[in-house]
């Protein structure tokens, strides 16, 4: 029963009207299950998960109110958010979590308090930190960020180290080396990651030469499923984490960073004095709290079914899906040749298919993400077939 948004926050926090939706049989048999189909459920070959607007964000949460009352937060204390803070300090295996209202917010506050007075920051050329933050560090924490490796996924425990010994010989003032940040996976490299042995060796490194390490684990979760290593280990190698909550947990919004105590405890200072105190942050918090429970089971399913349904489109003539190196859930996909773009993307959105269109070469990327699980793989396969036979 679809409720609207003033009759939804009168209920909130007491007994919420219950949210029907259709049975999917190929959900059944998700054990912590927390994969809640829209009204008519939609496979989509396309990002890290699935995304609620509107109405249909109440709904799920409705759901999880049914699972476990919810509870607000004021100023980030208390209620959801603290439930998902202590959440997270599990699955990092970090001291303290604190809630962030973005990712940009998170990275720079850690990178921040991380190198104190000293100014230089050692970045991937292509991650976010450098590229897609408006240049933050610079303008507004005197940080001077140093990029490593040109429009590669990462950097080398030696090209860092040869980096870090020859600042003496290029540079005349010591400014100092305050922290080095890494993002994994990397999504302006497709969604790569850093190989593990190379993350050991950046990390041995920096701790031998006192250096603060920070992970911009954004969509680490896609990097440990695809990976097979857990989010505690790849955050075991970094002094802070940080990672995201609504590229796949379901949130419209929010960060999460993890940390020593001492560091995470300057946080709300930081996040007062720069505008992010907000009243209430538990309609996120909540969100991601309820989509993290059986998070690492649904995505192995989604794997497991991606391949099942892969290793049949590669059966059918000039079609062809393989995986990045060193890859994550984006796809690379080869159509067969004459295949009329639009046409095949308008036949295929009548089975509730989404699926990137090719390009002039006929290529696209796909993605791999929970949404498969709400069609059988014989239903995806056939629809598929279906869309390419009728749009030659």
């Known amino acids: 029963m679809p409720v609207n948004r003033r009759s939804f926050l009168k209920a909130s926090g007491l007994t919420l009207l219950p949210a029907v939706l259709p049975a999917m049989p190929s959900l059944a048999n998700l054990s ?30 409705q759901m999880a109110n049914k ?36 990712g940009t917010m998170a990275n720079q506050f850690a990178i921040a308090a991380l190198s104190g007075e000293n100014t230089k920051v050692f970045v991937q050329d292509t991650s976010h930190v450098y590229r897609d933050e408006a240049d933050a560090a610079q303008s507004i ?49 497709e969604g790569r990651t850093i190989p ?5 060796k950046i990390s041995e490194y920096c701790r031998s030469k006192n250096i603060k390490l920070h992970l911009d684990g954004a969509r680490l979760h896609m990097a440990s499923a695809w990976s097979g290593i857990s989010i505690k280990e790849y955050s ?25 105590k001492s560091l995470i405890e300057k946080m709300p200072h930081m996040i007062k004095i720069h505008g992010g105190n907000m009243f209430g942050n538990w309609l996120n918090a909540a969100m991601a709290s309820y989509k993290l429970e059986g998070i690492e089971e649904r995505l192995q399913q989604a794997i497991k079914r991606s391949k099942e349904i892969f290793d049949s489109l590669n059966q059918i003539p000039g079609m062809k899906v393989a995986a990045l190196d060193g890859g994550t859930n984006i796809y690379a996909i ?10 095949f993307g308008e036949r ?13 070469n006929g ?30």
């Open 67 to 102: 699972i476990q009352p919810l509870t607000v937060d004021r100023y980030g204390s208390g209620g959801a958010v603290q439930e998902l803070e202590k959440k997270f300090e599990g699955i990092t295996g970090k001291g303290k979590a604190i809630y962030m209202p973005s």
């Open 196 to 200: 593990i042995d190379e993350i050991k």
């Open 32 to 61: 912590n299950n927390r994969l809640s189909p829209p009204n008519e459920p939609i496979v989509k070959f396309f990002g890290d998960g699935e995304f609620y607007d509107g109405l249909p964000y109440l709904d799920q949460l």
């Open 348 to 360: 295929l959105n009548n089975y509730f298919i989404r699926m990137p269109r090719p390009d002039a």
């Open 236 to 260: 075991s190698y970094f002094d802070t984490v940080y990672i995201s909550l609504y590229k796949y947990l379901g949130a419209s919004g929010g960060a999460i960073l993890c940390g020593d």
């Open 363 to 392: 290529a696209a990327k796909i993605s791999v993400n929970e949404t498969l699980l709400y069609r059988d793989p014989k239903y995806i396969v056939d629809a598929i077939k279906d869309s390419l036979s009728k749009a030659k």
């Open 141 to 189: 924490f005197n940080k001077r960020l140093m990029a490593l490796a040109k429009n590669e996924t990462f950097f080398t425990a030696d090209q860092l180290q040869n980096a870090i010994e020859n600042l003496d010989n290029e540079e005349v003032f010591k400014s100092g080396i305050g922290c080095v940040s890494i993002e994994n996976p990397v999504r302006r490299s």
């Open 334 to 343: 080869k159509f067969p040749a004459g295949l009329q773009g639009q046409k």
